[in-house]
């Protein structure tokens, strides 16, 4: 068999390393030089293999009809047909300038070039089988778990539906649920501690993408015995704002909302860092609250607690996903996401 010819890129480096158009012989152009020349050979290298090297499924095709002795055989293992598996065994051959395969009415039989380029071909789709295993691991590990950052009316009201959602289509993912205000979450994401996130405020944290994903709208609501139950005209802004109410934290989505509504606010009656602490108070007759309409439900209805209509102010919000630019959530915090949709 003639042995194969030296490469041209070993030739082209000799003859520019021995004057030619190139430096001078013994020039040094220091390290920086060396490094950027080394890089951008080692970018070369990887486009031309890129080209020169056929594809995984026509490797595999050869490996097939070595194995069976029939391109037809070797075609339906892989289901395809045998005109396209003919067809890519001759763009191999093609593009490596040898012949490969042997075609005659008893089978196909490797030439010697076809033995060699087979046994190349193992090694290359063991390396193959090697990286997707390596690939697979990975994204076994990422999906094994799922940090959710959420803040606390979301957390206490909408997250355990979805939860329950996605458990059905990932049941040995283990999910964490860390439960605080809206800044909270924004810190838990950009500090890497969590893979997606819920807020409710006005507007996104700096560092992060978002996509709405339901809306909502804020109550003042009193016990039924708080003289505001009984007033004939809605409550007005300037009242509303008077008036010391029982208020979630600075930070909070509730918060926000009521701050950019009404402005300068009387100071808090009680500021409580969750939902249903300051529900309770509102129950207990402690004083008015205000509280997402999402959390509501059950003591209106059980007539605990009473809706204060409003003429002059709109406490309406946007429900948010969240998670650190550029890096849109995956895996079961993109399922996750999806399920979040329908709210």
Do not use: C
């Amino acid at each position: 068999m003639r042995m194969p010819e030296e490469p041209i890129g070993n030739r082209a480096e000799e003859s520019a390393g021995s004057g030619g158009g190139g430096p001078a012989a013994g020039k040094d152009e220091g390290p920086a030089a060396g490094k950027a020349e080394g890089l951008a050979g080692v970018a070369h290298h990887s486009v031309g293999v890129a080209r020169r090297v056929p594809d995984l499924g026509a490797l595999e095709l050869l490996l097939a009809v070595a194995r069976l002795g029939s391109l037809g055989m070797a075609a339906r293992e892989l289901g395809i047909s045998q005109p396209a598996a003919s067809s890519r065994i001759r763009s191999m051959e093609r593009q490596l300038g040898v012949a490969l395969v042997d075609r005659s009415p008893r089978g196909s039989r490797l030439t010697d070039a076809g033995a060699l380029v087979t046994d190349w071909a193992r090694r290359v789709v063991e390396a193959a089988d090697a990286f997707d295993a390596g690939a697979q691991a990975l994204r076994d590990r990422r999906d094994s778990r799922l940090r959710v950052a959420a803040s606390m009316t979301i957390a206490e009201y909408l997250l355990p539906g979805w939860l329950i959602a996605l458990r059905g289509q990932h049941p040995d993912t283990a999910v964490s649920l860390l439960a605080g205000n809206s800044a909270a979450v924004a810190e838990r994401l950009l500090a890497d501690e969590a893979d997606v996130g819920f807020v409710e405020g006005l507007t996104v944290p700096t560092g992060l993408d978002s996509v709405v994903i339901a809306h909502d709208r804020l109550i003042v609501v009193t016990a039924p015995e708080h003289p505001w139950a009984h007033r004939r005209k809605p409550l007005g802004a300037a009242e509303l704002a008077s008036t010391p109410l029982i208020l979630r934290e600075k930070g909070s989505g509730t918060r926000q909302v009521l701050d950019a509504a009404l402005g300068s606010l009387a100071r808090p009656l009680l500021e409580l860092n969750s939902t249903t602490a300051v529900k309770a108070s509102a129950v207990s007759g402690a004083g008015p609250a205000v509280l997402s309409e999402l959390a509501l439900g059950e003591e209106l209805s059980a007539h605990r607690l009473v809706s204060i209509p409003l003429s002059d102010v709109q406490l309406g919000r946007s429900l948010r996903a969240v998670w650190p630019t550029g890096h849109r959530p995956t895996g079961p915090a993109r399922d996750l996401l999806s399920l979040t949709r329908g709210a």
